[in-house]
């Protein structure tokens, strides 16, 4: 079992930053990828950005160059630094990770946080 609770977000400016943190516990010790997906009102959930736990990281083009992803594995806590913040980045925030399975059958398990809510006006 894995929690994942999402914490950072609020109003901003636009123009503004925000920094979201999303912070594992329970059975985290062997936590895979880890990543940021959004859904804002009226649309479908999209994937943000990505880290493997190796600290490779992709993101989709839209927030490229304004948005960072990062991880800290001893604390089991993904971080997204979103800078450079649009009107149109305002959606609800996700965490996930997978929990991956050493056991055969080896596979992974997908975890999702509550989200958290970031406004960014004009």
């Known amino acids: 079992q894995v929690q994942l609770v999402e914490s950072g977000g609020g109003l901003v400016q636009a123009g503004g930053s925000l920094r979201l943190s999303c912070a594992a516990s329970?059975?985290?010790?062997?936590?895979?990828?880890m990543g940021w997906h959004r859904q804002a009102p009226g649309k479908q959930r999209e994937l943000v950005a990505t880290?493997?736990?190796?600290?490779?990281?992709n993101y989709a083009d839209s927030v490229k160059g304004r948005f960072t992803i990062s991880r800290d594995n001893a604390q089991n806590t993904v971080y997204l630094q979103m800078n450079s913040l649009k009107p149109e980045d305002t959606a609800v925030y996700y965490c996930?990770?997978?929990?991956?399975?050493?056991?055969?059958?080896?596979?992974?398990?997908?975890?999702w946080g509550k989200g958290t809510l970031v406004t960014v006006s004009s």
């Open positions: 329970g059975s985290a010790a062997s936590i895979g990828d």
């Open positions: 880290i493997t736990s190796g600290g490779i990281t």
């Open positions: 996930n990770a997978v929990l991956v399975i050493t056991r055969y059958p080896y596979h992974g398990i997908n975890y």
